[in-house]
């Protein structure tokens, strides 16, 4: 199982993590909401749990824990910037159905 992070996506984070002048790393998860029955959840690590799967890109590390690394399996979560619009975008190959607006999913 292997969840990847882009360079667009590190340097964000790591920009994140350095004005927040402390932290680990982000934490991604899912939970239950939505139309669509899931949606994507981030938190800033200052603390590792026992469970915790750890992926990193250089100096940047993603924390997933086993519930949600099963829907995350083989994501690669980006950064973009389009126009005015930027945000991180989750190419997840799980993801069968979203919901219109794009603010949950269903595998």
Do not use: W
């Not at 932290?23 to 669509?36: E, F, N």
């Not at 997933?64 to 945000?87: A, C, M, Q, R, W």
């Amino acid at each position: 199982m292997a969840i990847t992070l882009t360079d667009a996506a590190a340097r964000h984070i790591r920009k994140n993590l350095e004005h927040r002048g402390k932290g680990l790393g982000v934490r991604l998860g899912v939970q239950t909401t939505g139309c669509s029955g899931l949606s994507y959840v981030f938190e800033f690590v200052d603390e590792p749990r026992d469970e915790d799967r750890v992926f990193e890109n250089g100096s940047v590390k993603l924390f997933i824990d086993p519930k949600s690394l099963v829907y995350l399996d083989g994501t690669e979560l980006d950064f973009t910037k389009e126009g005015l619009n930027e945000g991180f975008r989750f190419n997840n190959p799980n993801v069968k159905e979203e919901c219109g607006c794009g603010e949950s999913f269903h595998v």
